[in-house]
DNA sequence: GCCAACGTTGGC
DNA sequence: GCCAACGTTGGC
């Protein structure tokens, strides 16, 4: 399947994830049921995402990554430093999956605006109204239209 | 900073 | 089970 997972490039952009070990980071601190269930019930490693920018000055896709892990608990729900903890949860039943994510490439920016004059993407999870929902599912159709468009950026 | 929209919580 | 109140997301 394919699957766009929204970051705060200030907490995570996709320069930071290329230059982590093995250009892979763990998505902590999704603490909704819905996108908890995507990583949980549907992602399969080898599986596409689109990196994607929320929340920062130009929002919109800026780079290729991959699931790299089958999904475990989330640490951060266990640590009361965290601003992700969990005082409802329990390390033999946790409530916060996760997986791994290798970033691929950085890509010139598609932006929100891009994505949204664009008729053929109408029906993205990701534009439909009140939608804030941090990782979607991608249409076979889409992902090729945008896997397209998006250039590899340069140097 | 504003605000629309959504999800969660908790009283009843 | 209902629903008001609250907290969060995220574009603008």
């Known amino acids: 399947m394919y699957w766009l997972m929204k970051s705060e490039p200030d907490e995570c952009s996709i320069d930071d994830a290329l230059r982590a070990p093995a250009q892979t980071v763990p998505w902590f601190g999704v603490r909704n049921y819905q996108a908890r269930n995507f990583m949980r019930d549907q992602m399969q490693v080898g599986d596409g995402v689109l990196f994607y920018h929320s929340s920062c000055e130009v929002p919109g896709i800026y780079g290729l990554a991959e699931v790299a892990s089958t999904p475990y608990p989330d640490a951060t729900q266990f ?27 950085a890509c010139e920016p598609v932006t929100l605006a891009q994505l949204r004059a664009d008729p053929a993407l109408a029906d993205m999870t990701l534009l439909q109204k009140g939608s804030r929902l941090s990782i979607t599912p991608v249409t076979p159709g889409q992902w090729a239209l945008l896997r397209k468009r998006m250039k590899p950026r340069s140097g």
Do not use: C, E
């Open 79 to 105: 640590d009361p430093a965290s601003p992700y903890f969990d005082p409802g949860t329990t390390r033999q039943n946790p409530r916060w999956q996760l997986v791994d994510v290798r970033a691929l490439w």
